[in-house]
């Protein structure tokens, strides 16, 4: 009875470990100030540059793709965020017209440790920091009219993990 007990026990408390961690490929995020959600997914073995993908859903279902590549040299996690770009060869100036955000994704954990945004595999990190986000966003050509009104902020903390 005893070792069935234990045995027990250590199931659960290895169960709900298994549980409590995310990895990013499965996370979410929100922003407090907007209401706005990030949305990572596995990327798959479909791109070798890609190292993540995820989406920005914001108010009035306005949802904005994302992909972040590492680059060469001093790495650092590119993400790029794009609202309904043309599909197929696109030139330069056309993947810029529709790329309202790009930048270097960060991450802090509960310590206010800042890092990089690791690539999938690895348990999601508490806090996502993408610099500007919030000013880039409010002068794209999404903004307003019959895009979305509020705005977030550059800063988003896990709110769960897909299952």
């Not at 922003?31 to 995820?54: C, K, L, M």
């Not at 790329?99 to 990190?125: F, M, N, Q, R």
Request: aromatic fraction near 8%; hydrophobic fraction near 40%.
């Amino acid at each position: 009875m005893i070792g069935f007990i234990a045995g027990s026990l250590v199931f659960l408390a290895a169960g709900s470990v298994a549980r409590a961690a995310c990895p990013i490929e499965l996370a979410v995020y929100g922003d407090t100030q907007s209401g706005g959600e990030i949305d990572f997914t596995p990327t798959g073995t479909s791109s070798a540059t890609v190292t993540n993908s995820f989406r920005i859903i914001l108010d009035n279902n306005v949802v904005l793709n994302g992909i972040v590549m590492w680059n060469e040299g001093v790495s650092r996690p590119n993400g790029a965020l794009m609202y309904k770009c043309p599909e197929g060869d696109i030139t330069g100036e056309e993947l810029a017209a529709c790329t309202p955000w790009h930048g270097v994704i960060y991450t802090s954990d509960d310590k206010g440790k800042i890092g990089l945004l690791p690539a999938e595999g690895v348990e999601a990190p508490k806090t996502l920091i993408l610099p500007d986000l919030g000013p880039a966003l409010r002068q794209s050509s999404t903004y307003g009219g019959s895009g979305f009104s509020k705005v977030p902020w550059d800063v988003f903390a896990l709110k769960g993990c897909q299952e």
